[in-house]
C-alpha cells in the first residue's frame, strides 16, 4: 500500500529530528560517499537500535519523530467544517482543505511547541491515500483541479517553509499530489516520490512507464531542494513464500543514484516476518550504501555469518530463484498470489525438493540457527496450502491439514502472525481454510468451455482475490458451459470484497438461445459466517427444460456502483434435480 504502509484515514505529518542525542535514530552516513543520504527499511530486522546502528539505515516506525495519523490529534475535536475538503458543495471528512486558514494554524502551532523541545526537524505533510481534491474558492484560485490537489498542498508547504526557514519540509509525489508545482519552492522543500508505478521488470527504465518516472523526478529537480524515492521490497498479498526482490531492485537503485536521488525509503513487511527478510534487509542495506557491490558475493556472505549449517543450501535456492525470474524477464508482483510466483520464478518441485532438505538437515541443528529455520519452514506451509488450492500439488486431505497444523503452530509460538499486508491475519486464514475446503465435486458432463476455471472443481476463497477467481468489469460476462441434462441446479460463487473493488454481481442469469431460464439477484449462503467485509457469495438457480448436450450461458451483470468495479466469480457446479 503504499506511498507509506497505510497512507489512509488521515493526512500524514511526519517529523524526524535532526538534533544530536535524539536517541532513536540510526547513524546514517550522510556526508560520506554513501550513495543515498537518507536510507530506511521498513523491516522488523531493523526494529531495535542496534540493528539500525549496524546495518547503517532507519526504520520510518523509529526514527522518525512521528510517523502515523496524527493531523487528527493536532486538529483536536473543536475544529471547524473548512479544515476538510469542499467536494460538490459538501465538505467531505476524508481529506483536507489546504487553504483552510485553521489547517496551516493548527501545524504552525504543533511545529512551534515542537522547538520547545528541539531545535529544528524534518516535518513532512502528504494529502489522504485517496483521489479527493478540494474544490473550493481558494483551492481553486491556487489552480486546483478536479484531479489535482498539488497547487494547494505546495502552498501550504512552502508557506510553512517560509515561516520556519530552518526546518526540512517534504510533500509527495502521490496520487493528488502527482506533479510538481509551476514555480520553485523554497530550498528547505523536498518531495518523496512514490516508485507504485515503476514496473518491477527488466529494462524498467526503458518501459514507457520507466521514461514518465525519470520525467517526473527531472520536473521535481527543479522545484525542490532534494528528492526521496519510496520503493517497495516485499510482495505485500504474500509474506511468507520467496519473492527474488534483490537484482531487480539493485537495478533500481543504481538508476536512483544516476538521476541524482538522495534518499530511499524501501517498503517492506514492516513489523511482520517475511520469507528470507533477514538476509534480504541486510543485503538492501549494503546496496543502500553501494549499489554496485556483487549480489551473489553479499547473499552468500550473510549466510555464511547467520547460517552457518544450512546457509549453502538456502544461499544457492534463493540465488537460483533471481536468476530463474532474470532469465525468464517477467515483471515481479507487487500485490501478486501463487500463480505470478510460479508463472515469473517459483519452480514447484525444486521448491518442494528445497524444503524437505531444509528440514532434514534442521533437525540436526540446535540453538538460534535452529530458531531461525523453524520459522522459515513454518511460512513454507503457507505457500504449499496456496499450491494446493490453486491445484500445482494434487489434493491430499491429510498432507493439507498437515500444513494447516505447522501453521497454526507457529502462531501459538509467536513466530508469524500474518501472511499479508491487508486483511492478513494468519489464524483468519487457518479458520476459514479448515471449514471451506479448496476442492469441491464436479458433474462429469458439465463444462465452461470459454474459462475452464469456471469448472475445474477448484472454488476461491473469501480472503483472496488471486487463486481461483475469474475477473471481469465489463457489464455483462458471459460463462459458455454445457450439460447433458434438462434439469437440475447450478450454483456459482461470487466475491464481495469492497475493500479490492470488488462486489456482488446486480443480478445472475441463465440463458440458453433468447430464452431466459433463470434468475436471481440474492445469495443463498455466504462464508465466512457473521458480517465479515470480506464474503464467497453463493447464488443457487433451479434449471428446467435445458437443451441437452446445447450450449447455454450463464450470465453475471455488473452492479450499479460508481468508481473502479469489478466481479469475481470461482465455480459453476451443476447438480441433478430429481423433483
Known amino acids: 500500500m503504499v506511498l507509506c504502509r497505510y497512507i489512509s ?13 535524539f536517541t532513536q535514530c540510526a547513524n546514517l552516513s550522510a556526508g560520506d560517499d554513501s550513495a543515498f543520504k537518507y536510507r530506511s527499511i521498513y ?40 479544515v476538510y475538503a469542499l467536494v460538490n458543495g459538501c465538505r467531505n471528512e476524508e481529506q483536507y482543505c489546504f487553504s483552510s486558514e485553521q489547517l496551516y494554524r493548527s501545524v ?172 534480504q534487509t541486510e543485503v538492501l542495506a549494503k546496496l543502500l550504501l553501494n549499489p554496485y557491490q556483487k549480489l551473489d558475493q553479499l547473499v552468500n556472505q550473510f549466510y555464511v555469518d547467520n547460517y552457518p549449517e544450512t546457509g549453502e543450501l538456502i544461499a544457492n535456492y534463493y540465488l537460483s530463484l533471481e536468476k530463474h525470474l532474470d532469465q525468464t524477464n ?30 532434514k538437515m534442521s533437525k540436526g541443528i540446535v540453538g538460534d540457527e535452529r530458531r531461525k529455520l523453524n520459522i522459515l ?11 494446493i488450492r490453486a491445484s500445482y500439488i494434487p489434493y491430499n486431505a491429510e498432507y493439507r491439514a498437515d500444513c494447516l497444523n505447522n501453521l497454526e503452530g507457529g502462531i501459538s509460538y509467536n513466530l508469524i502472525t500474518h501472511y499479508r499486508e491487508g486483511h492478513g491475519k494468519l489464524s483468519d486464514y487457518i479458520a476459514y481454510s479448515r471449514s471451506n475446503k479448496p476442492k469441491v465435486g464436479k458433474y462429469k458432463s458439465f463444462v465452461c468451455s470459454n474459462e475452464p476455471l469456471m469448472s475445474d472443481g477448484y472454488i ?17 460476462t458471459d460463462y459458455k458451459c454445457m450439460v447433458d441434462q434438462s434439469n437440475g441446479v447450478l450454483t456459482i460463487g461470487c466475491l464481495l470484497a469492497p475493500i ?28 465466512p459466517d457473521g458480517d465479515s ?14 437443451q441437452p448436450n446445447k450450449p447455454f450461458d450463464v450470465r453475471i451483470i455488473l452492479p450499479n456502483i460508481q468508481g473502479k468495479v469489478a466481479v469475481a466469480c470461482d465455480e459453476i457446479q451443476f447438480e441433478l434435480n430429481f423433483e
Request: glycine content about 8%.
Open 377 to 387: 519452514l513454518t511460512g513454507f506451509n503457507y505457500t504449499q496450502l496456496e499450491l
Open 108 to 279: 504552525e502551532h504543533f511545529i512551534v511547541s515542537y522547538h520547545t523541545k528541539h531545535k529544528s526537524g524534518r516535518f513532512v505533510i502528504m494529502p489522504n491515500d485517496n483521489a479527493i481534491v478540494c474544490q473550493c474558492e481558494k483551492c481553486r484560485k491556487k489552480g486546483n483541479s478536479l484531479r489535482s490537489a498539488s497547487p494547494a498542498v505546495t502552498a501550504f508547504i512552502s508557506k510553512l517553509a517560509n515561516r520556519f526557514p530552518h526546518d526540512e519540509f517534504f510533500t509527495s509525489s502521490y496520487l493528488s499530489v502527482k506533479e510538481p508545482p509551476v514555480y520553485k519552492m523554497p530550498d528547505n522543500v523536498g518531495v518523496i516520490i512514490s516508485a507504485i508505478d515503476l514496473p518491477f521488470v527488466k529494462g524498467f527504465a526503458q518501459t514507457k512507464l520507466g521514461v514518465s518516472f525519470s520525467r517526473l523526478i527531472e520536473s521535481w529537480k527543479n522545484k525542490v531542494g532534494q528528492i526521496y524515492v519510496w520503493d517497495y521490497m516485499s510482495n505485500f498479498d504474500d509474506y511468507l513464500s520467496p519473492y527474488p526482490v534483490l537484482g531487480l531492485m539493485q537495478k533500481r537503485l543504481q538508476w536512483y543514484q544516476e538521476k541524482g536521488v538522495r534518499g530511499i525509503i524501501l517498503n517492506g513487511s514492516g513489523d511482520d516476518y517475511s520469507a528470507f527478510g533477514d538476509m
Open 500 to 527: 479490492w473493488h470488488i462486489y456482488a454481481p446486480k443480478t445472475v442469469q441463465v440463458w440458453q438461445g433468447a430464452r431466459l431460464i433463470a434468475e436471481t439477484d440474492i445469495p443463498y449462503a455466504h462464508t
Open 43 to 82: 523491516s522488523p530486522y531493523t526494529r531495535t537500535l542496534d540493528q539500525r546502528k549496524a546495518l547503517d539505515c532507519g526504520n520510518l516506525d523509529y526514527d522518525w519523530g512521528l510517523w502515523g495519523h496524527n493531523m487528527h490529534k493536532i486538529l483536536g475535536k473543536q475544529v471547524s467544517d473548512d
Open 9 to 21: 484515514s488521515r493526512i500524514l505529518l511526519f517529523v524526524i529530528a535532526s538534533i544530536t542525542g
Open 460 to 476: 476461491g476463497s473469501a480472503y483472496d482475490y488471486h487463486v481461483n477467481w475469474v475477473h471481469s468489469s465489463t457489464l455483462t
Open 533 to 546: 467485509e470480506l464474503q464467497r457469495l453463493l447464488y443457487r438457480m433451479p434449471v428446467k427444460k435445458l
Open 330 to 359: 517477467g515483471e515481479l508482483a507487487m500485490y501478486g498470489g501463487i500463480n505470478d510466483e510460479v508463472r515469473m520464478y517459483l519452480s514447484v518441485d525444486n521448491f518442494l525438493e528445497f524444503v524437505r532438505k531444509l528440514d
